[in-house]
Nanobody, 124 residues
Framework: EVQLVESGGGLVQAGGSLRLSCAAS????????IGWLRQAPGKGREVVAC????????YYADSVKGRFAISKDNAKNTMYLQMPGLKPEDSAVYSC?????????????????WGQGTQVTVSS
């Protein structure tokens, strides 16, 4: 059974930083693309960052490009999202996910999996 458990969310002032972690189990970490999603109240789910398994290339949403960084530790089956320079509009529930090749929309697909999420709140 695939399990993805996020941690590291919280309340931070604008300009502050957080690092989210995601512990993964139940699948071969190297074989799947991994990434982070977020959903704010009243908004759709957004693919924030994604790392392709086949070549390590990364995708970032325009809103976070140049600020956030996705990384992973294969030995620990853990992925991370480093989030410096946080803005109030970054407030959302952040979830980690796994599936096939990264896509800016519709990822992960029905064959993928994602965790329950961790709340990130950025105050102004």
């Amino acid at each position: 059974e695939v399990q993805l458990v996020e941690s590291g969310g919280g309340l931070v002032q604008a300009g502050g930083s957080l690092r989210l972690s995601c512990a993964a189990s139940g699948f071969t970490f190297d074989d799947y693309s991994i990434g982070w999603l977020r959903q704010a109240p009243g908004k759709g789910r957004e693919v924030v960052a994604c790392s392709n398994s086949y070549d390590g290339s990364t995708y970032y949403a325009d809103s976070v490009k140049g600020r956030f960084a996705i990384s992973k530790d294969n030995a620990k089956n853990t992925m991370y999202l480093q989030m410096p320079g946080l803005k109030p509009e970054d407030s959302a529930v952040y979830s980690c996910a796994e599936d096939g090749d990264c896509l800016p929309r519709g990822w992960p697909g029905l064959g993928g999996a994602w965790g329950q999420g961790t709340q990130v709140t950025v105050s102004s």
